[in-house]
């Protein structure tokens, strides 16, 4: 026992932390070396050492105070931070590397020679139906996705189900962004050559209405075209929960998942091709996470049954140093 009173833990680092600290730190220098080529460089710069610092600071401050539940949930999801920065920057580094969206011009060819047409303008025949509503639901689902999963879990008591959760989506989407910097593409209707084709917008008094406003008319961030990322997270999320969560919750995420896929296409943000290549990327992130979890021990069993209790899970796992009590104890 410290002075202070506190319990003091070895603090243990996750696959989801290492994975997280690892993919900030890496873009976090590369911007500090391009700097030169990079406007406004310090900002994105002092959000990566930040966020690396907040890592370290959280993982064993948890692990020193187990009792203190605010700051055991924080340090549970904050690598859902590292997951929106991730994406959210591409706007301005996603020419880190190429100075040029080399790969937009191979993604338009790529859409006619296995679709015949370029996707995007052809689903306009059926904007202004019951579709675009729906379809702008599922879309919008992808930002809640993540936690809807989880949220439950901790609920319940189920930490190392989120941690491997966690890890899932985070190699998933670490390598995608990566790939954003390698292949550089942008959206359909940030091109002029498509954008003049599409001669109507999809529209609905909520959802769509809601999709528009927060998406724009051609997407969140340009450079973050292939693979989707919204696709191949939907797909690790899914695919996670199909591993540890609930048969009722799997059905519900997959089917979100589904209708989200057909969204980034139909609500015009990404190539035809772009879908493809997250439901391949989705499928070899959580192949090669279930993999890594397996190798760290780290793939726990799936969550009880909802109606077992928090009570078993301490019976079927030991709780690790790092754990703070959902539960009193």
């Not at 370290?56 to 549970?76: D, E, N, T």
């Not at 491997?164 to 990566?178: D, P, S």
Request: aromatic fraction near 12%.
């Amino acid at each position: 026992m410290s002075s202070s009173g506190a319990h003091v833990n070895a603090a243990r680092y996750r696959l989801v932390d290492l994975l997280s600290i690892a993919y900030m730190g890496v873009v976090g220098a590369a911007v500090l070396v391009e700097r030169d080529h990079i406007d406004g460089w310090g900002l994105p710069a002092a959000i990566h050492i930040g966020f690396v610092a907040l890592a370290f600071a959280l993982i064993h401050l948890a692990a020193r105070y187990p009792a203190q539940k605010a700051l055991g949930i924080a340090r549970v999801f904050y690598p859902g931070a590292a997951f929106l920065l991730g994406y959210g920057e591409l706007d301005r580094l996603h020419a880190l590397i190429f100075d040029h969206d080399w790969a937009t011009s191979y993604l338009v060819r790529a859409d006619v020679a296995i679709f015949g047409t370029h996707p995007t303008v052809w689903v306009q025949q059926w904007y202004g139906s019951w579709a675009d509503e729906l379809i702008s639901l599922c879309y919008l689902s992808y930002y809640v996705l993540g936690l809807s999963i989880c949220v439950p879990w901790i609920a319940r008591g189920h930490k190392e189900q989120v941690f491997a959760a966690g890890a899932i989506a985070a190699l998933t989407y670490y390598i995608n962004y990566t790939l954003f910097y390698v292949m550089p593409a942008q959206g359909p209707r940030f091109l002029p050559e498509l954008a003049n084709l599409h001669t109507t917008q999809f529209h609905g008094p909520a959802f769509a209405t809601l999709c528009r406003d927060l998406m724009g008319d051609a997407g969140a961030v340009k450079g973050g075209c292939f693979p989707s990322s919204h696709v191949s997270g939907a797909v690790a999320w899914s695919l996670a929960c199909m591993r540890y969560g609930w048969p009722t919750q799997t059905r519900i995420i997959s089917v979100l998942s589904v209708g989200l896929t057909i969204g980034t296409v139909y609500l015009g943000y990404h190539h035809g091709v772009d879908p493809l290549g997250g439901l391949i990327m989705g499928v070899l992130g959580y192949g090669l996470s279930v993999w890594w979890l397996k190798a760290r021990d780290e793939d726990p069993p799936p969550c009880p049954a909802w109606d077992e209790g928090r009570e078993r899970v301490s019976e079927r796992r030991p709780r690790h140093s790092d754990e703070f009590p959902i539960a009193a104890e």
